[in-house]
């Protein structure tokens, strides 16, 4: 009997690394429930080495955490880049810093068949699109052994991601480069690729011709901080103009806000903890002046920074960014998914099939995922800018 045992549905975050380390490439990844993936072995090939289990970060994480050295609120002094982020623009700064340094910038985009996957970018401008969150897990596949060689040739390499995507990145290099940044987010959880799909299938996105998907569409913090849970989406079609998706027909966002679709491993997360796994931490700076009063406007946005290594803190000090320090138990209280996983709810177990096979008004009915009135006002109030 082989001694090789990967994960599991439960517990595999597709990272990835496992299928990257193998000397043999004799695993593959097959879809097993609600559109996630889990490794297979092909066990006529293994030689049992044991590379896969020893750079799965859910069996043998060892480089441990880091409690946030600072806490900063934190925005892009480039008024153009903090007004079209999701929050403050600075993901953007570190990257502009990265490219101005001869490095790349590693992160997740959107393709024009809606499909989400890591790449590279070695120009400011194809940054761009790794701006603003993306509900839809990130297909990792091939990037860790790109990083690995660009780090050993010497490139300054900023990789961002979830926490799960930096832990297996970590596990995967195996050691320490001076010459890597990693910055992740706050995560609430991911939804499969597989489940957005169905997802523009039934709303008829791709038969519109939809291009692109914008969960977190801004024009001005005030408005998205109010609609955070339960505002619609955006679509970007041929000419390059966004417009709103229905409140009716968004009720993606409100399934993602509920966690009915997240990978099994969400619910159980070990990186949803104060303690991280990177050099920085971005995310929404929900709560701001909860615990010490903030004295500037928020409407245009305001990012919480962690930063949590000197090696981020070198980068950030180099970046243009307005910059404060608040107390880290604020940012702990706004963003609850610094201290705990989100909860696996009930319809969890059924949410998937159903998607595929309901109608958008049964599925919304028994999910408890209609529309309220505020989410009909809100892009009113975007297009009278109120």
Known sequence: ???????????????????????????????AECGFFIPIIDKAVCVECGACINVCH????????????YTYAAWSLDENVRTSSSSGGVFSEIARYIIANDGVVVGAVMNKDLKVHHTIANSYENTIPMRGSKYVQSDLSGIYRQVKELLMNGILL??????????????????DYKNLITCDLVCHGVPSQGSFDTYCDKVCLKRDGVSAVSFRYTQGWGLQMASKKYHASFVKDGKGKWKNISPKRSFYLRAFTKGLMFSEACYSCPYARPERVSDITLADYWGIGSIKPFNYSTTKGVSLLLVNTERGKNV?????LFLENRPLEEALKGNH?????????????TFCKDLETMSVFSLCRKYGLQPSFKDYLRPLKRMLKI
């Open 58 to 69: 859910q069996i043998s994480y060892s480089k441990g955490y880091n409690l946030p050295l």
């Open 158 to 175: 900023l990789f961002t991601g979830t926490p799960c995507q930096i832990a297996g990145l970590n596990t995967f290099l195996k050691k």
């Open 337 to 349: 998914n610094l201290s705990m996983c989100s909860a696996r709810p009930s319809g969890r177990d």
């Open 1 to 31: 009997m082989s001694s090789i045992h990967l994960c599991d549905i439960n517990t595999c975050t597709q990272c990835h690394a496992c299928e990257s380390v193998c000397p043999k490439q004799c695993i593959d990844f097959k879809e």
């Open 316 to 320: 950030i000090d180099e970046c243009r």
